[in-house]
């Protein structure tokens, strides 16, 4: 079962370089294209509000398409998508070509957590779903500090091209590993937009969105916010977040992801509020940037194991909608963070993405409620409920 969630991962982890990595892209790609620091942020906020439109749209227009086939035709889009990045010469067509790769983007990773799900029993679904999303955060890890130095010694566009790299060989691996599954789902948009109207599910997806928009209001605009070297703290956030999201499926098999998802927002909403003091000095910066990695990314398996308990009967239909509100998240702390950085400095970025967690952290401690009938986590297979 591991060997087949392998290519899974690979393809994630093209994915999450090709998003990730604009953040450490800013300085190079502001000066080639002739747009300001704000306005080059802006090219993952576009990215991500893509993904989030387009995940449900495109899971409904290919829920006939055999799993294994979308998942090669998602990697070919995110491809094409990234190569168009690396040879489009204006601001407004690069604009254009982060939709292209966010369609890819969008049709992949949920399709690969409903395979990997199908492939592993309930005993170590945590695990597996920590494995392929795993790849995301060894993106941040390795892909977007070697993407960063890269686009510093080469141009950015050289950055997009070893993105290319990646997602072709993901592609293969995909193509040479992953069975045929079936997982089940539905064609019509209606119903794939009906679990919106159930409290359990909103809940799961309202705490995806807040932890997405504290977290990444600091971190697409790192580099506004650090004077030390970004791809040093780039990498200790990444490594942090490969230890964070392997952790993090375990304790959510071994404790229930209620425990994870609120531990992990307030701990992450203290790192933001220390973002001053992480400044200081490189050495407390990569300590800082390693436990935010860590403490952050270890919520990812639990909110994939909560969604599933939400819409047991329909994984795909859960899981494309939950990786919407973390797009969603993502663009909005686009936008937020850009104009509190316009506005207010690097100031108005910490406090902005310390209030939106401590928002996160609050809604989640006051709707999330352990299942009536499953008091103690250990052996049970039964969802969490919010109240």
């Known amino acids: 079962m591991t060997t087949r969630l392998y290519p899974l991962a690979l393809g994630n982890f093209a994915v999450g370089t090709g998003m990730f990595v604009t953040a450490g892209l800013l300085p190079p790609i502001s000066r080639d294209l002739a747009v300001s620091p704000s306005a080059a942020g802006q090219l993952m906020t576009v990215f991500a509000l893509a993904y989030a439109i387009l995940s449900p749209l495109l899971a409904a227009a290919t829920a006939r398409m055999s799993r294994r086939r979308l998942l090669l035709v998602a990697l070919a889009v995110m491809v094409a998508g990234n190569a168009l990045t690396a040879l489009a010469p204006t601001y407004p067509l690069v604009m254009a070509t982060r939709v292209v790769a966010a369609a890819g983007a969008a049709m992949f990773t949920p399709t690969a957590s409903g395979v990997a799900t199908a492939l592993s029993s309930p005993e170590r679904r945590g695990r ?19 993407g960063t ?3 510093g010694a080469a141009g950015w566009r050289a950055t997009m091209w070893l993105v290319v790299g990646l997602g072709v060989v993901g592609f ?4 040479a590993v992953v069975p045929h599954v079936e997982v089940p789902t539905s064609g019509r948009l209606a119903e794939r937009l009906a679990p919106l109207a159930d409290r359990r599910m909103l809940a799961v997806l309202v705490t995806q ?4 928009a504290g977290g990444f209001t600091a971190y697409v605009y790192i580099g506004s916010l650090f004077d030390l070297p970004l791809p040093a703290v780039l990498w200790a956030w990444g490594v942090g977040g490969v230890v964070g999201n392997q952790l993090g499926g375990r304790l959510t098999d071994a404790y229930g992801p209620r425990r994870m998802v609120l531990i992990g927002l307030a701990a992450s909403t203290v790192a933001l509020a220390l973002i001053p003091v992480a400044n200081l000095a490189l050495p407390v910066a990569l300590v800082w940037a ?15 194991y909560r969604t599933v308990g939400a819409v047991p009967g329909n994984v795909s239909i859960g899981l494309g909608l939950l990786a919407s509100a973390q797009y969603f998240g993502l663009f909005v702390a686009g936008v937020t963070g850009g104009i509190a ?4 400095g690097r100031a108005g970025v910490e406090i902005l993405a310390t209030a939106i967690g401590l928002v996160g952290a609050l809604f989640t401690l006051a709707t999330y409620r352990p299942a009536k009938d499953a008091p103690e986590w250990a052996g049970v297979r039964t969802a969490d409920r919010p109240a």
Do not use: D, E, K, N
């Open 128 to 146: 597996a779903l920590a494995l392929v999303m795993g790849g995301l955060s060894v993106a941040t890890a390795i892909g977007v500090p070697l």
């Open 290 to 304: 390693f436990l935010w990695g860590a403490l952050g990314w270890m919520i990812a398996p639990a909110q994939q």
């Open 209 to 212: 969105l807040l932890f997405f």
């Open 341 to 344: 950085l316009g506005w207010y």
């Open 172 to 175: 293969a691996g995909v193509a």
């Open 149 to 151: 130095w890269l686009g």
